[in-house]
């Protein structure tokens, strides 16, 4: 797949990168893949939680002492910080850039592939429009209430504020609707990978065939029921199964 932009016909010059849909697209998914080993290595940090406060505590502590002696105290933790700070503004400016490219070519009508008359637009939603669009909305206002909640001095913090974070996690998910609000979170967050793990890959140029197209299919599904149910085991533990009380 080529990654720089088409030359204006009679042209010899090359347009910057980022005029090139396709490079978006490929900033997109390799972005989203950052993001996903983050969360696949965040979800099965949270299970210490099981081992108690004390290791819980530790693991934190752990994480901002990352890489001493060698480099200094939370430098580590600030590098995969900034990483994801900057996968985060790509993904978000190139799928803002691709929409607005779409509305354009479309007249600002979006696809006009399936017509309805069950919404004022008259065109119908597609699956992974409404999906990626709303369910990007709905994970970006988590991770802010997330990291005011279990990180960042504990600004909200229901069931009472703590400086450990096995406290704030235990004493959190113990309240109905901080359970409720991360399920919520976290289910978008599911259909939105599910969706966006098969586009990665269908835009990395891996989708070649049905078959491969029926293989990421499954392999998109599994990823996305993994890391849903591995994060929401923990809460659901505090809540029914009484960890940390
Ligand atoms: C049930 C689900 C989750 C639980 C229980 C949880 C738990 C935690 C805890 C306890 C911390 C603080 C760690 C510390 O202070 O050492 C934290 C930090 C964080 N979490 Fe989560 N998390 C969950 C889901 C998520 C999700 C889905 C995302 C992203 C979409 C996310 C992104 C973050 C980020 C960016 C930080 C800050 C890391 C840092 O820079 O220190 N978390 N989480």
Redesign the pocket.
């Known amino acids: 797949m080529a990654l720089s932009a088409p030359r204006r016909a009679g042209n010899t010059r090359r347009l910057p990168l980022w005029r090139s849909s396709a490079a978006l697209h490929a900033a997109m998914a390799v972005s989203g893949l950052v993001m996903i080993l983050f969360?696949l290595a965040?979800a099965y940090g949270?299970y210490k939680v099981f081992a108690g406060r004390e290791t819980f505590d530790g693991y934190?502590h752990f994480?901002l002492e990352m890489g001493e002696p060698i480099v200094q105290y939370s430098v580590v933790?600030w590098v995969i910080?900034i990483v994801?700070i900057v996968s985060v503004i790509v993904h978000i400016a190139s799928a803002t850039v691709l929409w607005k490219r779409m509305r354009r070519a479309t007249g600002g009508r979006g696809s006009t592939r399936y017509r309805t008359t069950k919404n004022r637009r008259g065109v119908q939603r597609t699956y992974s429009s409404f999906t990626m669009r709303w369910g990007g909305v709905v994970?970006g206002l988590?991770?802010v209430y997330?990291?005011l909640h279990?990180?960042a001095d504990n600004v909200i913090h229901p069931g009472g504020a703590s400086t450990s974070?096995y406290e704030?996690?235990t004493a959190g998910f113990s309240i109905w609707w901080v359970l409720a609000s991360?399920t919520v979170?976290?289910i978008a967050?599911g259909l939105h990978l599910r969706h966006g793990f098969w586009s990665a890959l269908a835009s990395l140029g891996a989708n070649t065939s049905p078959t491969r197209r029926r293989q990421f299919n499954v392999v998109a599904s599994v990823l996305a029921g993994v890391i849903t149910v591995g994060?929401?085991v923990?809460?659901f533990s505090i809540y029914f199964g009484g960890v940390g009380q």
């Open positions: 969360l965040h949270n934190s994480l933790l910080r994801l994970i988590f991770v997330h990291l279990l990180s974070p704030r996690m991360y979170a976290l967050l994060f929401l923990p809460p």
